[in-house]
């Protein structure tokens, strides 16, 4: 399955590097600005250099893990609609951050090993880190790692307004949401939380239900579906904080019955299925529809490396004369194909392929425990 996400080693060294980078910034900073009491600023940096050594150890570990994963090719793959000059500037400023993550600490390092007063670095009062060998007192080797430090921290501090600003300028001109490529599902997070405690399991029969797609060509309707894909389901109409729904489709199951378009979904321009064989559904919110047994849904849509929101509407209603507690929803959802870049190419101003697309759901689950 092609990877939309960092793996989840990746994800939680990246949040809580960031955590720390952003303390050490600021204790670094607020020791460099020499504003606080001395004693205080003493107390700061026995700290800075603690958690520094730790960052450290982690960068080590996040470097080592970052070139398994591209061994095994485990690290996904940016939007296809990113132009050359942003996949080269988003390289070049991981490597950046990469950079300063390693030289932030270790010019440290240099320079409390170097530093006239020669003092240990404790680590939390416990185990000493011990210093970098042959530089102890030497006062040039001293002024320059402080001179680089300095000037690392600026550099981070930049590389780092950079690195949000390109975040937010993706999501907010482009519309592309990077931020699940570093997050999890909100399934798994709950899941993590406990947060779905009182929703139920339940699961999809894909053999009794359909996930379909309908629209326009040369003016005559096409309908489609998907002949495989799986979803994960916690289900409770009086907890509906508690429900949600994910799904993952086989982008390389479509049908339509039409060998013409058959052949055609799966090239570069429309689904790309050779680099993004799957599309993700992943709710975020699910709430009460107008009437009774409706439901809206709202969450994220990837198809094709790009993320967008989505919202839905659908009805649950339990199976007539099943006992093995069944419910069908039904539903869908009209997306914009142009959105996700399908057909972007050989038809962006929709004069053969209709821009809207309706996906349809039918769906019939069962608690997971009765299976
Ligand atoms: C000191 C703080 C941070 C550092 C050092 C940092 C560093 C990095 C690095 C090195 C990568 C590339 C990962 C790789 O390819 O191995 C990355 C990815 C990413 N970071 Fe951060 N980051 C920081 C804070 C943030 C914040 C605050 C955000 C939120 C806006 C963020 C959002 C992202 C996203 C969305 C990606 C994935 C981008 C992609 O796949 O191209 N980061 N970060
Ligand atoms: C990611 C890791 C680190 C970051 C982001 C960081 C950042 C900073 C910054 C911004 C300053 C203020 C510079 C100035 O304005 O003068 C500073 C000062 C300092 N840092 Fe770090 N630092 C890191 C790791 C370390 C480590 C590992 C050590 C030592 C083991 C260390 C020791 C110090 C000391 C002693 C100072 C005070 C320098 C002075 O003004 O006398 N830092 N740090």
Redesign the pocket.
């Known amino acids: 399955m092609a990877t939309t996400r960092?793996p989840a080693l990746?994800v939680i060294l990246?949040w809580l590097?960031?955590l720390m980078?952003?303390g050490m910034l600021g204790s670094g900073l607020a020791v460099g600005s020499d504003l606080l009491p001395k004693m205080k600023q003493f107390q700061i940096i026995q700290w800075h250099k603690a958690f520094g050594v730790g960052v450290l150890l982690l960068v080590g570990l996040r470097i080592l893990v970052?070139l398994w994963a591209m061994a095994m090719h485990k690290?996904?793959a940016?939007p296809q609609t990113f132009k050359p000059w942003e996949l080269k500037a988003?390289h070049l400023g991981?490597i950046g951050?990469?950079a300063?993550?390693i030289f932030m600490p270790l010019t440290g390092w240099l320079m409390v090993s170097s530093s006239p007063y020669g003092l240990p670095t404790m680590l939390w009062g416990t185990v000493a880190w011990p210093h970098l060998p042959g530089v102890a007192g030497l006062t040039w080797v001293n002024e320059v790692a402080k001179e680089s430090h300095e000037l690392l921290g600026f550099a981070?501090l930049a590389l780092?307004a950079a690195?949000?600003g390109a975040?937010?300028k993706h999501y907010f001109q482009d519309k592309i949401n990077?931020?699940p490529?570093?997050w999890f599902g909100v399934l798994a997070v709950a899941l993590l939380l406990g947060s779905t405690a009182n929703a139920t399991p339940y699961t999809a029969l894909v053999a009794q239900s359909s996930v379909g797609f309908k629209g326009t060509h040369a003016g005559a309707e096409f309908k489609g579906k998907f002949d495989s894909w799986q979803t994960e389901i916690q289900w409770n109409p009086a907890e509906l904080a508690q429900s949600r729904i994910s799904a993952t489709i086989n982008l390389t199951s479509a049908r339509t019955g039409n060998p013409t378009y058959d052949a055609t979904l799966p090239t570069a321009d429309w689904f790309n299925t050779t680099k993004f064989p799957h599309a993700t559904f992943t709710s975020t919110k699910i709430t009460k529809g107008a009437k009774a047994n409706t439901y809206a849904a709202k969450g994220t849509l990837t198809l094709r490396g790009l993320v967008q929101p989505v919202a839905f509407t659908f009805s649950v209603v339990p199976m007539a004369g099943r006992t093995d507690g069944a419910l069908r929803a039904i539903g869908g959802m009209q997306l914009d194909r142009l959105a996700y870049g399908i057909g972007a190419a050989s038809d962006p101003a929709a004069e053969w392929v209709s821009r809207p697309i309706t996906v349809t759901l039918d769906i019939v689950a069962t608690p997971a425990v009765a299976q």
Do not use: S
């Open positions: 960092y990746l990246h590097l960031a980078i952003v970052r690290i996904p940016l988003a991981h951050l990469y300063a993550m981070l780092l690195h949000v975040v937010a990077l931020l490529r570093v």
